[in-house]
C-alpha cells in the first residue's frame, strides 16, 4: 500500500499530521488541563480532588499507553483530537461538570504529545532531519500557542473562544485523517531503533521510564499540608501561611527524583530532557506576564504566539538548526533583560503601557525560544529512540517540577517578583541563556558523535572488503600459486647448492603469502619490539654500504617489517635496474618524530613518468611495495631519479604515540 507512494509525499503528509496534533495540543492547553502527570501544590486532600484515587491517574496512565502504542501514532492524535470535541463544544456533553472537562484533557493531552513526537521520530528516522525537527517543536510551540488564544486568561468573558477551538479541532481532525488511512496498519519506523527486538530493553527503556517520571509526582502531588509538616518536622500553620514555600518543597522533592528516574534513559535522554525543560521553565514566567499585559489586544496577541511559533519551526528546520536556535534564544534573553531594566524589575509596568508592543515581542521571542529549543533537541534524541518519552513526560514533569521550584530561584536581589509568576524576568533570561548554552553544546557532543560513527562504519566497511577480497583470492592463489612455491621449495631441497636456497626463499614467500590470505600479515614469531638499525645492517654487503645510527632504533615489530621490506624492494630495483656494477647506499635516521630511511644508488636513473606509466601499465613495483607500504604506515615515500644520476628513495615512518 505505502510503497506506491513517493517517501517525499509520505513525509508531508506525516508532516501535516504533526501539524494536526500540534493545533489540537492547543486546543488542550487552553483549557488548562493538558499535562503528562498532576500539577504540583493544587491537587491532593487540600484540593478538589477529594477522596477520589483514581483521577491523578489518567494522565499516568494515558502516557504509558501512548508509549506502547507509539507504532500506532495516528490512532493517538486520532483519539485525542475525538477527546478535544466535547472540550470545544461543550454543549455536547450531557450535565457537564468542571472534573469532566479536567478528564478530558488530561487524557487526551499525553495521546497528542506523543503521537506527535512519535511523527517527529519517524520522520528523523527516515532521513527527513527538517521536517522531524519541524514537528517537534511545534507540538512545543502549540501549546504555548494555546495559552495566547482569545479568553484564555479570562476565558468565561470571550464568547470568541469556542469558535477558535472549533476550529483548531476540525483543522486538526482533517490534517489527522490522511496519515491514520495511510498508516492504519501501523508505522515500526515511529518507535525507531529498527534492528532491535520488540522486548529488548533498548526499546522498553523509554517507556519504562517515561511511566516512572510520569508516575512520581503523584505522591508528592498527593501530600496534603499536615502530613507534608510532618514529614519536615515544622508546624502545620506554617506551611499553609506560605503557600509558595510549599509548592516549592514539593517541586523540589518532584525535580530531584524525576531526574534521578530519567538517567535510566541514558545520558543523551537526560541531556536532552534537561535541556528542553530549562527553555520551557524560563518562558513560563515571561510569557505569562506577556499574555497578562496583552490581554486587551486583540487579534495582535495570539498572532504574535503564532509568528513566534513560526519562527522558532523555521529555525529547528534549517541545517544550521543549532546556530539558529543558540542565536533565538540568546535575543529572547536580551529582551527579557531590557524589559527589567526597564521596568526596574517590575513587570507590573508592562501592563501599564499605552503601547502592547513590547508585550507582543516579548511573546514572539519567548514562544520561539522554546519552539527552537525543543526542535533542536530533537535530532539528537530520535536515533536513540527516545524522543517521545524525553520530550514528552520526562521534560513535561520536569517543566511542571521546575516552574513550581521556581519561588527559591533569586539571583537578582530583592526586586520585585514578576506578577502571577514566581519567576523574575532577569532570572528568566539567565535560564535562557543556560538552555542556550546546553543546545550548543549539546549539537557540538551530537556531531562528533556522528562523525566518530561515520568514521568506525567506515573502518567496518573496509575490513569487510579487505576479507571479502581475501576470500576472493584465497582460492586461485592456494591452487596456483602456493602450489608452485610447495613444488619449488620440495624439489629445490633435492637439488642443493642454489636450489636449496630457493627452496629456503619459496618456504619463506609461502608462509607469508598464507598469512596474508589469513589477516594477519606479521610474521609468526615477531616480537612487540624490534631494532630497525640492526636489521638494515644485515643488508651490508660490497655493493651496499649501511651507515645508522650507534644507538639502537626500536620500533613495533609490524611497522619495523614493513619498512625493512620496503628497503629490500627498494635494494631489488637497484640490482634489476641500475645497471651492472652500481653501488648503493643505507642512511638511517632517528629523528625527534620519526624514522627516515634514504635509499641511494649511483646507477643510470630514469625519466621521472617511467614511475607513472609503469603503474598505468599494472607493473605496481614501486607503487605497492615501497610507496604502499609506507602509506600505510602513516608515512611518506618520495622517489627522485634522471638518467645518469641514479635514484633516491627516501622514507619517513613515523613513530607512535609514546
Not at 47 to 55: L, S
Not at 483 to 506: H, I, T
Not at 547 to 562: F, G, Q, S, T, Y
Not at 564 to 592: C, K, T
Request: proline share 7%.
Amino acid at each position: 500500500m505505502i510503497i506506491y507512494m513517493h517517501e517525499r509525499t509520505l513525509r508531508w503528509w506525516i508532516a501535516l499530521a504533526g501539524l494536526g496534533g500540534g493545533l489540537l495540543v492547543a486546543v488542550v492547553q487552553s483549557s488548562h488541563g493538558g499535562g503528562f502527570s498532576p500539577r504540583l501544590g493544587v491537587q491532593g486532600p487540600d484540593a478538589y480532588y477529594g477522596p477520589d484515587p483514581y483521577t491523578p491517574l489518567i494522565p499516568t496512565a494515558a502516557t504509558v499507553l501512548a508509549l506502547c502504542l507509539l507504532r500506532w501514532w495516528p490512532y493517538l492524535l486520532t483519539v485525542g483530537g475525538l477527546l478535544c470535541v466535547p472540550i470545544a463544544w461543550p454543549d455536547l456533553v450531557p450535565y457537564p461538570d468542571t472534573m469532566i472537562f479536567y478528564h478530558l484533557s488530561s487524557a487526551a493531552f499525553p495521546l497528542l504529545a506523543i503521537g506527535a513526537l512519535g511523527a517527529a521520530q519517524r520522520l528523523l528516522c527516515t532521513g527527513a532531519p527538517g521536517l522531524g525537527a519541524a514537528v517537534a517543536g511545534l507540538v512545543i510551540g502549540f501549546g504555548l500557542f494555546g495559552q495566547a488564544l482569545p479568553g484564555t486568561i479570562y476565558q468565561f468573558m470571550d464568547p470568541a473562544l469556542p469558535i477558535w477551538r472549533g476550529l483548531l479541532v476540525v483543522a486538526g481532525l482533517a490534517a489527522v485523517a490522511p496519515a491514520t488511512w495511510w498508516w492504519r496498519r501501523g508505522d515500526p519506523a515511529a518507535v525507531g531503533l529498527p534492528d532491535e527486538k520488540a522486548w529488548s530493553w533498548k526499546r522498553l527503556r523509554p517507556i519504562v521510564t517515561g511511566g516512572l517520571v510520569a508516575l512520581v509526582a503523584l505522591p508528592f502531588a498527593m501530600l496534603s499540608t499536615e502530613r507534608l509538616a510532618d514529614l519536615l518536622g515544622v508546624s502545620w500553620r506554617t506551611l499553609a501561611n506560605s503557600p509558595n514555600a510549599r509548592t516549592a518543597i514539593l517541586g523540589g522533592m518532584t525535580l530531584a527524583a524525576a531526574v534521578v528516574l530519567a538517567t535510566l534513559a541514558g545520558v543523551w535522554s537526560l541531556a536532552g530532557a534537561l535541556t528542553a525543560a530549562t527553555a520551557q521553565i524560563a518562558v513560563s514566567a515571561p510569557l505569562a506576564i506577556a499574555l497578562l499585559a496583552t490581554r486587551d489586544a486583540g487579534p495582535a496577541r495570539w498572532s504574535a504566539a503564532l509568528l513566534g511559533v513560526a519562527i522558532g519551526v523555521a529555525a529547528a528546520a534549517t541545517r544550521w538548526r543549532v546556530a539558529a536556535t543558540v542565536a533565538l534564544t540568546v535575543g529572547a534573553a536580551t529582551c527579557l533583560f531590557i524589559a527589567f531594566s526597564g521596568t526596574s524589575g517590575d513587570p507590573q509596568k508592562l501592563a501599564g503601557q499605552y503601547g502592547a508592543t513590547p508585550a507582543l515581542l516579548m511573546i514572539v521571542l519567548v514562544t520561539g525560544a522554546a519552539t527552537a529549543v525543543a526542535g533542536a533537541t530533537a535530532p539528537v534524541l530520535a536515533p536513540r529512540g527516545t524522543l517521545p518519552a524525553v520530550l514528552g513526560p520526562i521534560a513535561g514533569v520536569l517543566v511542571v517540577a521546575g516552574v513550581k521550584t521556581a519561588p527559591v530561584i533569586d539571583l537578582g536581589g530583592a526586586a520585585p517578583r514578576s506578577i502571577g509568576t514566581t519567576l523574575r524576568l532577569d532570572t528568566a533570561g539567565i535560564l535562557l541563556l543556560v538552555s542556550a548554552a546546553a543546545i550548543g553544546g549539546l549539537g557540538i557532543a551530537h556531531h562528533l558523535s556522528e562523525r566518530w560513527a561515520e568514521r568506525k562504519q567506515a573502518e567496518l566497511i573496509r575490513q569487510e572488503a579487505a576479507a571479502a577480497e581475501r576470500d576472493r583470492l584465497a582460492r586461485p592463489i592456494h591452487d596456483g600459486v602456493l602450489q608452485v612455491l610447495a613444488m619449488v621449495q620440495r624439489e629445490g631441497s633435492e637439488l642443493g647448492g642454489a636450489g636449496a636456497q630457493l627452496a629456503a626463499l619459496a618456504g619463506e614467500q609461502e608462509v607469508a603469502l598464507r598469512n596474508l590470505l589469513s589477516g594477519n600479515p606479521a610474521p609468526p614469531g615477531t616480537g612487540t619490539e624490534a631494532d630497525l638499525r640492526a636489521r638494515l645492517t644485515g643488508l651490508s654487503s660490497p655493493t651496499v654500504d649501511v651507515a645508522a645510527p650507534v644507538d639502537p632504533v626500536m620500533l613495533p615489530a609490524a611497522p619495523a617489517a614493513e619498512l625493512f621490506a620496503a628497503v629490500q624492494a627498494a635494494l631489488d630495483n637497484v640490482r634489476q635496474h641500475a645497471g651492472p656494477g652500481a653501488r648503493a647506499w643505507i642512511l638511517l635516521e632517528d629523528e625527534d618524530d620519526g624514522v627516515r630511511v634514504t635509499v641511494r644508488d649511483d646507477g643510470a636513473g630514469f625519466e621521472p613518468h617511467r614511475l607513472r606509466d609503469a603503474a598505468l601499465a599494472g607493473r605496481l613495483g614501486v607503487e605497492q611495495s615501497i610507496r604502499g607500504r609506507i602509506h600505510d604506515l602513516g608515512g611518506t615515500a618520495t622517489v627522485k631519479s634522471r638518467p645518469g644520476i641514479g635514484t633516491e628513495v627516501e622514507l619517513w615512518v613515523p613513530f607512535p604515540a609514546r
